[in-house]
C-alpha cells in the first residue's frame, strides 16, 4: 500500500464515489482524481469532496496514477480499458467493480500492457439510493468485497489490493473469476430475474382481478423489492453474465417443475420435507458477528518468488470458505529464493482448514493460534 499515493476512480456514481470517500478517509497522502462523463457528476464529487482532481479526460485521469479504480457499468468497463491502455504508468494496478468477471478478466488482461496488472474486484455492496449524492465512506463496512486474480496474478499487487480494501472495513475474499460468476448469478442475479418475473406476472394478472396490487401483503414486497433497482444496470449485468444465469435458471425450473409434480400427485410428504429443509438451511444462513480473536489464527507458507503463487495460495483457502482477515510478507534467513507468507484467518477451524487447503495444492504450511 505504501506504493500507492495517487488513486484515480472513474464513474463517479454510489459505488465509485463511495470507494472514493472511503480512500480518502484512509490516508490524507492518497491523492485522489475522478473522471465521470456525465459532468454534473464530477462537479458534486469535487464540491462533497470525495475526489482532490477533476479529470478533463481519460488521459489525464491516469496520468501517473498508481491505482486505477473502473467504477462504471459493467457493459463500459471494457471499453474503458481500451481508452486508457496507452496512457497507464508502468507498474500501475487496475481493478474494476463489476458484478460479472470471468468474460471480463480475460478480455481486459490481453488488452493491457506487460507492465500494468489488473485484479477483478466486485464489493458485494449496495443502496437503493443511486448517484455520488449517495456516496458515503461506510458503504462498504462489513461488506464482502471479492477480488479475482488469475493463476499470473503478480503478487504485491493482489497484497497491496487486499490490505487496501481490509483497512476499509470490508472482509475481502479471493476466489476465481469463474466461480465468482457462479456464485453471484446464484444469490444476486437469479433473485433480481424471479423478482422482476413476478412483478411482470401480477401485473398482467391484475387486469383480470382488480384488488390484486392493492392486497400485496409483506411477502411479495419482501421479495420484489429488488425489481426496482436500475434497469439499465440490470441489462447489462445478465448480459455479461448470461451463460451462469441460463444455467442457475434451468437448475431453478428443475426444482419448481419437481414441486409441481408433487402438487399434481399429491405427494404432500414431499412438499412437507421440501419445506422444511428449506427452513432449517434458511435458518441457517451466517449471521454477521463480531470478530473473536480467540479464533484468529496465523498461516505461515514458504513461498518461492513467482507470478501466481499468492493467488493460488489464497484461492486454495477461499474456496474453502474461510475468510482472509490480513496478508503479509517477510523476507527470511530460514528460506532463500523466496520469502515467508503470512495469512490470518478467523474461524472455529479456520487454522486447520486452511493448513490442509495449502498443503494440498503442494505447499509446506504452519498453523498457530494468535492468542492462546
Known amino acids: 500500500m505504501k506504493d ?9 456514481g454510489l459505488i465509485g464515489g463511495s470507494l472514493a470517500l472511503s480512500l480518502k478517509n484512509l490516508s490524507k497522502d492518497f491523492i485522489i482524481s475522478g473522471y465521470d462523463a456525465n459532468l454534473d457528476s464530477l462537479n458534486i464529487a469535487r464540491y462533497r469532496k470525495i475526489i482532490d482532481e477533476i479529470a478533463s479526460d481519460y488521459k489525464s485521469a491516469v496520468k501517473d496514477s498508481d491505482l486505477i479504480i473502473i467504477a462504471t457499468p459493467v457493459s463500459e468497463i471494457v471499453k474503458v480499458v481500451n481508452k486508457i491502455k496507452n496512457n497507464l504508468k508502468k ?5 474494476d467493480v463489476g458484478s460479472a468477471k470471468e468474460k471480463i478478466v480475460k478480455q481486459i488482461n490481453n488488452i493491457l500492457p506487460d507492465n500494468v496488472i489488473f485484479i477483478g474486484g466486485h464489493p458485494m455492496a449496495g443502496s437503493e439510493n443511486e448517484g455520488v449524492l449517495s456516496a458515503t ?6 461488506a464482502f468485497y471479492i477480488l479475482t486474480p488469475t493463476s499470473n496474478t503478480v503478487t504485491r499487487p ?9 483497512k476499509m472495513g470490508s472482509k475481502v475474499i479471493t476466489i476465481s473469476p469463474k466461480e465468482h460468476d457462479k456464485i453471484v448469478a446464484l444469490i444476486s442475479h437469479l433473485p433480481h430475474v424471479l423478482s422482476t418475473n413476478l412483478v411482470d406476472l401480477i401485473d398482467k394478472e391484475q387486469n383480470e382481478i382488480k384488488n390484486l396490487f392493492k ?27 448470461k451463460k451462469e444465469i441460463i444455467e442457475v435458471l434451468e437448475e431453478y425450473m428443475d426444482y419448481l417443475n419437481k414441486f409441481k409434480e408433487s402438487l399434481k400427485n399429491d405427494d404432500s ?12 438451511a434458511r435458518m441457517n444462513l451466517p449471521k454477521y458477528v463480531d470478530k473473536d480473536i480467540s479464533k484468529l489464527f496465523e498461516i505461515r507458507i514458504a513461498i518461492p518468488d513467482k507470478p501466481g503463487v ?12 474461510i475468510n482472509i482477515e490480513d496478508i503479509s510478507i517477510f523476507h527470511s534467513t ?18 486447520s482448514l486452511a493448513k490442509e487447503a495449502v498443503e494440498k495444492i503442494g505447499y509446506e504450511a504452519r498453523a498457530k493460534k494468535v492468542i492462546g
Open 334 to 351: 530460514e528460506y532463500s529464493g523466496g520469502g515467508i507468507l503470512k495469512i490470518l484467518v478467523q474461524g472455529e477451524n479456520a487454522g
Open 137 to 142: 465512506p461506510d458503504l462498504f463496512r462489513n
Open 4 to 12: 500507492i499515493k495517487k488513486i484515480t476512480v472513474i464513474g463517479l
Open 269 to 280: 410428504e414431499y412438499i412437507k420435507k421440501h419445506y422444511l429443509k428449506a427452513k432449517e
Open 158 to 166: 493482489l497484497m497491496a489490493l487486499h490490505s487496501l480494501f481490509t
Open 215 to 241: 392486497l400485496c401483503a409483506g411477502g411479495f414486497r419482501d421479495m420484489t423489492r429488488i425489481a426496482a433497482s436500475n434497469p439499465k444496470m440490470w441489462l447489462d449485468i445478465s448480459m455479461e453474465n
Open 91 to 95: 507498474g500501475a494496478i487496475v481493478t
Open 310 to 321: 499468492l493467488s493460488d495460495i489464497t484461492l486454495a483457502i477461499s474456496s474453502s470458505g
